[in-house]
Each structure stands twice: as C-alpha cells, then as structure tokens.
C-alpha cells in the first residue's frame, strides 16, 4: 500500500510552509521575466548547500514557477511530505534508473518545452557551503546537448541569520556555468 495517497495537496503544502517559515524569511532577488520565454526549454541551476531545498522549491513553485511543472532528478525528494505531489521527481541513484529517468527527461522537455522546468544541481552532490561551488559534473553536457535550444537560469540560494536569500541571474542559451553560480553566489549579501 502506498502512504503517499493519504496526504492531500493542501495538507503537504502546509507542512512545507510550515517548515520553510520555521527557517526564517524568504528573499528573492532579481525574479527573472518568464514572458519572453513562454514557450522555451527552461533549464533553472543552483548551489547544493542545504537539505532545505524542497521547502525552497515549494515557495518557488507556487510563485514565479507556477506557470509549469518541475522536473527533478532526485529520489531523496520522496523522503520529504511528499513534494512528488507538486513536481514530477525521478530517480537518480542506479544506473539502469538513471538512464530511464534521463530518457524521459529528454522526451518531456523536447515534446512539451512550455509544460515543465527542469531543475537541476548540476555539482551533483549535497556538500559544505565552505567548499564554495563544486565542479559541475560533466555527464550533464551530454544531456544537455540533447535537449538544445534551451535556456539556462542559474540560481543561488544562501541562508544565514533567520534569512533565506534566493537570488537569481541571467538567462543564458544553451549554457550552464559553474563561473556564473560563483560569481551569483559571491554578489548575494546578507545583513
């Protein structure tokens, strides 16, 4: 029996706020204009610092994301009150998965590029925010060379002092850039 189906929308949504507004407030800087991308493949890239993302996510997605679905490569997302409920998430651990999971991203952003934003953390791991942004793992070029033309958003997420700060930079073809999450990373201040 699957638990998941006991759990309505609203109840999950809750609890995510719930948790999100425990954390401190939300900041979002620099909201990228969507408009001129309406009917575009969106590729938003962030930082991997905190495990408090999916509660960052379900803000996100009911704000400047809610004109689409995301698209996530991450089973850990199953573990939370169950965020598959607002986003299609994929497995990603096992090889034979991942190759599933890859395949239908492609097909999903190629067929309905106006349906889903892709989500990804493309340093690949969950690391200390005092390692600074990771190489990006270099399987994703492949990918993504399966999906142009696509435009890449990136994101940075920062938390300190009872303050979550979501910045975001520029949209940008068919490129995902380690430089670009430094350097968006290093221009986000907190007091």
């Known amino acids: 029996m699957n638990i998941k189906t ?14 999100l507004k425990m954390l401190g407030k939300l900041i979002l800087l620099n909201i990228p204009n969507f408009s001129n991308y309406k009917d575009k493949k ?9 495990i408090y993302d999916v509660h960052i996510l379900n803000r996100l997605r009911k704000t ?3 004109d689409r679905k995301i698209i ?12 598959s409920k607002f986003a299609l998430t994929l497995p990603f651990k096992k090889k034979y998965i991942r190759t599933a999971s890859i395949i ?13 934003y ?3 953390f493309p340093e690949g791991k969950l690391h200390d925010e005092n390692d600074g942004i990771l190489d990006f793992n270099e399987k994703i070029y492949s990918f993504l060379k399966r999906i142009e033309p696509y435009y890449a958003l990136p994101m940075v997420i920062k938390i300190k002092n009872r303050k979550i700060i979501v910045n975001f930079g520029n949209f940008e073809l068919n490129t995902l850039s380690k430089e670009k999450l430094v350097n968006l990373l290093n221009s986000t201040f907190i007091s």
Request: net charge neutral; no cysteine.
């Open 42 to 50: 969106i590729i938003i890239y962030s930082n991997h610092f905190y």
């Open 64 to 66: 400047i994301f809610k």
């Open 6 to 19: 006991y759990y309505p929308k609203f109840l999950v949504d809750f609890l995510l706020e719930i948790q």
């Open 104 to 116: 239908k991203t492609i097909r999903l952003l190629n067929e309905f590029p106006n349906k889903f």
């Open 118 to 120: 892709f989500f990804i």
């Open 72 to 83: 996530i490569w991450m089973e850990e997302y199953d573990k939370y009150p169950f965020f």
